[in-house]
């Protein structure tokens, strides 16, 4: 049983696009959500994290969103370049112990 | 080296065949953890190995799986009696710590099995 839902499975997006991703989850003792980005054939490398104590985070282009009531948070992706075309896991656990990984999102954005 | 590394980058099996899986963390991380990666699936947390204590084995699918980790370091996946559902690719990652804020994974760059 996945313990975090992701979804789309898969979204293509016109270069200067937004790619928004969406991830769910139950366990509520969840306190650290980090996104992980893969490209074909590397092992996924972190990218941003978040912890439940703030609503947004920023770094560059991408942005987490947080919702903790609705147990939901979201990966946005502004102003998307080509080399941003990858697969993009959220993953939550308790204290950084044992991540709990999406099923994935490949992105594929269009010059 | 200055990443994870993993051994062999590809295996092709047979069914039945016992195969091992290498993993070199980064220098000086105490955390070790193994993860499988299904065509089209997320990761699959599979053993998790924190200094000296025991290790969390939750996530193995089978007792066909067995993992050590020798002197802290270099770790073992063990395969026995391949099955054609085990074809995937076995990720390994390191991390400085486990709990407080040094929460990112490092991962190598996968075993991809082939079990025929």
């Known amino acids: 049983q996945q313990q975090v839902k992701q979804s789309p499975q898969s979204l293509i997006v016109q270069k200067g696009g937004i790619s928004i991703i969406n991830c769910a989850y139950e366990n509520t003792a969840f306190d650290y959500f980090p996104w992980y980005q893969q490209f074909p054939g590397k092992g996924p490398a972190l990218l941003i994290a978040?912890?439940?104590?703030?609503s947004e985070k920023k770094e560059g282009r991408f942005t987490i969103s947080f919702n903790k009531s609705a147990k939901q948070f979201s990966l946005h992706i502004m102003d998307s370049q080509p080399g941003d075309s990858a697969t993009y896991f959220c993953?939550?656990?308790?204290?950084?112990?044992?991540?709990?990984f999406g099923a994935g999102t490949t992105v594929t954005v269009r010059a | 080296g200055a990443g994870v590394s993993q051994s062999p980058s590809n295996k092709v099996t047979e069914k039945g065949k016992d195969v091992e899986l290498r993993c070199d963390p980064i220098s000086g991380h105490t955390a070790l953890y193994w993860y499988r990666q299904s065509l089209g699936q997320g990761l699959e947390f599979l053993i998790y190995f924190q200094g000296n204590s025991a290790p969390d084995k939750s996530g193995l699918p089978s007792d066909r799986f067995s993992a050590e980790r020798t002197g802290g370091s270099v770790s073992t996946l063990t395969i026995q009696r391949t099955q054609q559902e085990d074809s995937a690719v076995y990720l390994c990652?390191?991390?400085?710590?486990?709990?407080?804020?040094?929460?990112?994974?490092?991962f190598g760059e996968g075993s991809r099995l082939t079990v025929l």
């Open positions: 978040i912890r439940p104590d703030v």
């Open positions: 993953a939550a656990s308790i204290s950084d112990y044992k991540l709990s």
């Open positions: 990652a390191s991390s400085l710590n486990s709990g407080g804020a040094a929460g990112e994974l490092f």
